[in-house]
């Protein structure tokens, strides 16, 4: 049997492929020519009080995301360019000493610390860690801090530590640790082409950022009043309003010292502690005495440089920690089980 089927025009078949695409083509347009009238239709006849409240909308909308880009294009500028990281070759450089040992709150006061520091323009904190060795804690601290920074270590001897119920002035603190940064400045600092002032830094005392600012042109040794130290509110060199030179101290706690004043209470300028290369602390000094020790043989009363408007504001407050109350953790450790495993604190 013969197929009545006639055999393929290839001719028809490529004008049938051609005019498909056409076809759809035109059709789309048609779509799209519907979809143009019914938008016109509808704001054509669209309350002009609700078009115009719409456009307002969106044009508060559009001003507020733009507020809000400048705003987050400010912010992240401020963070690209935080003191701490931008340096001023021409500013003196603020070498601040801090000395520190273990305890539950030593992270704590460190990072308070550090995230005042980080606001201070060309300064390089030298922390020393009474210690055999450096400590991830505070190596990682540092780290972290993006502060410009040396980390030292310098053990006390056994017989110079605190023992838990002696009090703080029996035994000399910190001295061994201030001495070792003293021994770093002379090493890596030359005195007749690096400028700066040296400050020493106690981890729980509170700054204001004005005390900085003011010290870091020191000439020779700079003092200013200190806030909540020797039984006082504020304990501060006494200042000739007409000559602006120390006359004096209203200290009421050893007020014979030859320098009666706390070791946040003064700034001395680098290139002169440089030229002084045997002064340091001393660990056979009577209680109270080292700032004492260490100024004898830097300045005298008379050319000290009074700052913080003639010794009349307290920047800095001699702020001590109180300590924690872990009796709970005592009963967890006990049992082997401390809160803390695993997690820095």
Known sequence: M????????????????????????????????????????????????????MKRTLEL???????????????????????????????PVIYAITPTFARPVQKAELTRLSHTLMLVQNLHWIVVEDSDHKTALVTNLLTDSRLNFTHLNEPTPAEWKHKPKEP?????????????????????????TDRGVVYFVDDDNSYSLQIFSEMRFTKEVSVWPVGLVGGLLVEKPVVNETTGRVVGWNSQ???????????????????????HPQVKFQLQVKGGWQESEL????????????LADGCTKVYVWHTRTEAPKLNMEDKLIAKGKPSNKGIEV
Not at 14 to 42: A, C, N
Not at 68 to 90: I, P, Q, Y
Not at 253 to 273: K, Y
Not at 295 to 306: A, F, G, N, Q, S
């Open 2 to 53: 013969y197929s009545t089927r006639t055999a393929p025009n290839k001719y028809q078949d490529s004008v049938q492929t051609l005019d498909m695409p056409i076809r759809k083509k035109i059709v789309l347009y048609i779509l799209l020519l519907l979809l143009v009238l019914l938008w016109f239709i509808g704001v054509k006849n669209r309350d002009p009080n609700q078009y115009d409240n």
């Open 61 to 91: 909308y559009e001003y507020q995301l733009r507020e809000s880009k400048e705003h987050m294009a400010e912010t992240m500028k401020m963070l690209g360019r935080r003191d701490c990281v931008v340096w001023d070759a021409e500013l």
């Open 168 to 192: 703080n002035w029996v035994k000399p603190r910190g001295v061994l640790q201030r001495n070792r940064a003293l021994a770093w400045l002379r090493d890596n600092l030359n005195p007749d």
């Open 253 to 275: 706690w050893r007020p014979e010292r030859p320098f009666p004043i706390d070791m946040a209470g003064f700034a001395i300028n680098l290139q002169h502690l440089l030229r």
């Open 295 to 306: 100024l004898t043989h830097l300045t005298t009363k008379e050319r000290l440089e009074p």
